[in-house]
Structure formats: C-alpha cells, structure tokens
C-alpha cells in the first residue's frame, strides 16, 4: 500500500479532514478533530502512524517486523508501520479502520452521531 492509498482510504471515512499541524512534513488525518493517522508524505521508507489498542500493541509488533512503536507517539497506543515491509495493503486498511473506530467511540455522543449518520 502506498502513501496515495493510505490517503485515500483515511478521507473516505465519515468526518475525516486532514491538515499539517505540526508543519510541512507531518500529514495528519484527524476525525472531529482528532488524530487517527499520522505520516511524513517525503520520508522513506514511508510509514505512518497508527493508534491500536492497547492489547494488540505488542502481538501486531511480534507479527509484523513493518510494525514498530510509534515515532514520536504514546508507544501504549499508537504503532508506527513500514509500508513497505511485510503488512499487506489489506491489513493495513484493516488497521486504519480499527484507529479510526477508536478515536470515534472515545468522542462523545453528540459528536458521534453525524459520523454514523453520514452527515460529517
């Protein structure tokens, strides 16, 4: 999976947006205004930033030498993955999706609504 994908995929979520906080070289993708996806459009190898719950943090690192702790992150929640190492792309979605979702069910419900009802 390629940095264009892993783009693609995380603005095809409800209320997604992206932005560079932090300067030119970190894209982030934030869900009512929250990260869920981090990634340096100019590094390589490219990575990105993932958030993951805290039980699976340390058997997703295990299994996959692409995935490491998270660069700069909370290394309890966020795991950092190589896209090109050995995660295929489809895990990579998979991946995407579940930091999403847990970004979203820690908003309230107010700001989960629209989200579910596809009005973000």
């Not at 783009?7 to 990260?35: I, M």
């Not at 699976?56 to 309890?76: F, I, S, T």
């Not at 090109?84 to 489809?90: L, Q, W, Y």
Request: proline share 8%.
């Amino acid at each position: 999976m390629d940095l264009s994908a892993v783009r693609e995929h995380c603005l095809s979520k409800p209320g997604a947006t992206e932005d560079f906080p932090f300067g030119p070289e970190v894209l982030v993708f934030r869900v009512c205004g929250k990260l869920f996806c981090l990634m340096n459009p100019d590094e390589r190898p490219p990575r990105i930033n993932l958030k993951c719950r805290p039980d699976e943090v340390e058997a997703l690192r295990d299994r996959y030498a692409a995935v490491l702790p998270g660069y700069h992150m909370n290394k309890r929640h966020w795991n950092t993955v190589l896209l090109d190492g050995d995660a295929p792309s489809d895990r990579v979605r998979e991946w995407i999706d579940d930091s999403y979702a847990l970004v979203v069910a820690g908003l309230t419900k107010r700001q989960r609504e629209p989200l579910a009802a596809g009005e973000a």
